[in-house]
């Protein structure tokens, strides 16, 4: 019995790092990339929490350098000088206060930890930083933490230049300098009891998990290493004993040794496939079709849903950084943006996390996009303008805000309504023209085909009258958008034309009339 005991709490362990913390029946994310705390605290009460988000991924909050040349790049999140909470977003008690007024309602929050690296070995000496500490990269001397030379892994690095040149050599990517930022020597306890003591401030403060950025530069026992030192979860929010929820940055497209499964241990990890074939298939390049999507999920090689954290795009590779090239669908395409979002918010693969961004000029040189750089939108002395929002709900500041988008809010609660339904009455038609339910709690029909749809098919949803949630939705009783019966059998007729402003409907339990 005794031992039974110990596997079942050696099993609650496990999954602890997997499990989201997010309040029940409340199951994605947002990342609300570069926006000030005080406007988190905001949306929070007035927004996320009505529409049922678990929780919000914010910006990098440890002090970082500061680069103007001649604005402020979004990038410049990722250069730490140090762990004390002060950034463009605001300052610890701000922090304290955004964790806190989510929290109070259900909202969870969950840090970008950037732990693999300070800043750029370009990045000079000085107190040109957002908190004004002092720093010297030439020394690899960052007093504000304390790390000097002994903490990175200079010694490790077996290339000439000291930085990744070869990314089928996974000593080189883990023990090298990824565009030239200094590499921490997580091997040593001084560098992860650091790391762990920052994280633990976080938790103790209300976090209720991390992404770990850059986790693919790290061993995957260094990070370990760290996550083993971390408390459990505020008991002012969490129930005793709750661990912080991980979910890890590996970049695995199938075409390099390092494998996103190395790190299942720690936590989740981050399906960059699942953005990259998503975007192919709606584009229907290379003969793809959302016929093929029957399967999706494991059946398209992904890793095991439990261990996925899935996203239609990121702040990375909305710009064309880091995985997935011209296939990622971002706000730029609306379109099939949120037909995309909405295939997501509605398969049962994968804990999902929707983007809000930031709008920049683009300007294309050669097919990159040379402005892709560009910052939060500022103020004339760099300080970053506040979220507005509309009198129609959308946001102003140059503010996307994809996540107030009709569509994309109500797919979240359709995502909600139907937790833990099965996928059930696939339907297509061959091509571009699908459809497929959540047990008996909702049904979502696409036509991604260049002809107008006219379909009956089987709902699996008791007879009624329903809202649909993408043209509109259910207010005092009323449609606002289309609505669709739902006969005795189960059984709906769906017709969606090609010029419709979004070819897909969704119908949910919570939408009949």
Known sequence: MKILLLLLAAAGLCWGQYNPNTVPKRTSIVHLFEWRWQDIAEECERYLAPNGFGGVQVSPPN????ITNPNRPWWERYQPISYKICTRSGNEEQFKDMVKRCNNVGVRIYVDAVVNHMCGAAGGSGTHSTCGSYFNTGTEDFPAVPYSGWDFNDGKCHTGSGEIENYGDIYQVRDCRLSSLLDLALEKDYVRSTIAEYMNRLIDIGVAGFRIDAAKHMWPGDIKAFLDKLHNLNTQWFSEGTKPFIYQEVIDLGTEPIKGSEYFGNGRVTEFKYGAKLGTVLRKWDGEKMAYLKNWGEGWGFMPSDRALVFVDNHDNQRGHGAGGASILTFWDARLYKMAVGFMLAHPYGFTRVMSSFRWPRYFQNGKDVNDWYGPPSNADGSTKAVTINADTTCGNDWVCEHRWRQIRNMVIFRNVVDGEPFSNW???GSNQVAFGRGNKGFIIFNNDNWNM????????????????????????????KQVVVSGDGKANFQINTDAEDPFIAIHVDAKL
């Not at 089987?458 to 449609?479: H, M, R």
């Open 454 to 481: 006219s379909v009956d098919v089987q709902t699996g949803l008791p007879a009624g009258t329903y809202c649909d949630v993408i043209s509109g939705q259910k207010e005092n009783n009323k449609c606002t958008g």
């Open 427 to 429: 339907w297509d038609n």
């Open 63 to 66: 002090e970082n350098i500061v």
